[in-house]
């Protein structure tokens, strides 16, 4: 079974341009979430997908950063315009819905590094 | 409010000593679960192994190990007879629910087998 993809692994950009991540869930998850991993720090949700709805973006600086996931499927997160401190790997997960172990799966993760 | 401490920021070994990971968590939901994922130098978030607050039953698996214990809160990881490929990153995470499931990491626990 596939994991979750992520693309690109690395991206290194100028403050104040503008930069997208993809993810594709494990085929058949219904829920899917991106977080931010700050270097020394755990993951922190940004935003929740349940389906193609949102279910939680209540940690998303949704001034700057974006995110779809328009058919239910894959995603893309997007910020505009970066700032220093956005620097950071963002790293998607997926899980099953209604699965009873309530396992997330995760991706390899985009590194971002705003110059 | 949900939080998770790891209060070891790195931990040293030497190849085939045994190691503990410590985990404190904070929660007032009395149905939640308790989670360990790796995290290796790739950077992808790797699950270990998942434990509802209904079990405390702690196990072996191979050379993993956990002791949960909700009297203190602590649901904590030990690796027997650890190889360098053990080096990595360990994170421990909360879930409870909320309207949906929310994760909530701890800070993560560099652990280094040295040779």
């Known amino acids: 079974e596939a994991g979750v993809a992520q693309s690109p692994r690395y991206k290194i950009i100028e403050k104040r341009q503008s930069v997208a991540f993809w993810c594709n869930p494990i085929s058949g998850h219904a829920t899917l979430y991106w977080y931010q991993q700050i270097l020394g720090q755990g993951p922190k949700l940004l935003i929740q997908?349940?389906?193609?709805?949102?279910?939680?973006d209540s940690q998303l600086p949704k001034d700057r950063f974006s995110a779809e996931r328009l058919k239910g499927v894959d995603s893309t997160l997007k910020i505009q315009p970066a700032k220093l401190e956005d620097s950071a790997v963002y790293l998607c997960?997926?899980?099953?819905?209604?699965?009873?172990?309530?396992?997330?799966?995760f991706g390899a993760g985009t590194r971002l590094s705003v110059l | 409010a949900q939080k998770v401490t790891q209060a070891q920021t790195e931990i040293s070994v030497v190849e085939k000593e045994d190691v503990t990971l410590d985990c404190v968590y904070e929660?007032?939901?009395?149905?939640?679960?308790l989670f360990w994922y790796k995290q290796p130098p790739s950077g992808e978030l790797v699950f270990l192994i998942r434990?509802?607050?209904?079990?405390?039953q702690n196990e072996i698996s191979g050379r993993y190990s956990w002791n949960f214990q909700k009297s203190t809160s602590s649901f904590n990881f030990t690796i027997t007879a650890s190889q360098v490929v053990d080096s990595a990153v360990y994170f421990c995470a909360l879930s409870v629910f909320s309207g949906t499931y929310k994760y909530i990491f701890g800070t993560g626990t560099r652990l280094k087998v040295l040779a």
């Open positions: 434990r509802n607050s209904f079990d405390e």
């Open positions: 929660t007032r939901d009395t149905t939640y679960y």
């Open positions: 997908f349940q389906n193609n709805g949102v279910v939680d």
């Open positions: 997960a997926s899980r099953f819905s209604g699965q009873v172990k309530n396992i997330q799966y």
